[in-house]
């Protein structure tokens, strides 16, 4: 198995993991997202605040995960600002349970540390919260949220 980094080729892979994700923690694909999600791809690669690795196994991607980062207002505790959003964590299902997730995890911690970002922060979805307690995230409360 060989992982690397994602490049704009990869985008519709990507596309397709990120469906899967969404659809194994219950969201009904409801609505076409392939033409938001191709943006979101292209800009987020291209200005380099997405980093997305991938797991291939000989022509086929089984796994991916994703580190995002955002720049907020800086404050007391993180004087830059910038936080770590982990996202689009995906194992293919009959790979899962064997320390992916977890080494997937590991090359996007590291990607944060190459940037000085000490702040990382995601949403668990059931499937995830145990491989990333076993990666030392703790809890700190709900997420809050609206719509409008």
Request: net charge negative; charged share 30%; proline share 3%.
């Amino acid at each position: 198995m060989n992982y690397r980094i994602a490049k704009r080729q990869d985008i519709p892979i990507m596309i397709s993991l990120r469906k899967k994700q969404l659809i194994d923690e219950g969201i009904k694909p409801e609505i076409d997202i392939d033409k938001q999600l191709q943006q979101y791809f292209e800009e987020k690669l291209s200005d380099g605040s997405l980093v997305e690795w991938l797991l291939e196994d000989g022509e086929t991607v089984v796994a991916t995960a994703a580190i995002a980062f955002i720049e907020l207002p800086p404050t007391y505790t993180n004087q830059s600002g910038i936080r770590g959003y982990i996202t689009n964590m995906y194992t293919a299902p009959e790979l899962r349970g064997k320390g992916i997730a977890s080494q997937m995890l590991e090359k996007l911690m590291e990607e944060a540390e190459k940037r000085s970002v000490h702040k990382i922060f995601l949403y668990a979805s059931k499937l995830g919260k145990a491989v990333y307690e076993k990666c030392g995230f703790t809890e700190s409360g709900g997420w809050m949220e609206m719509t409008l």
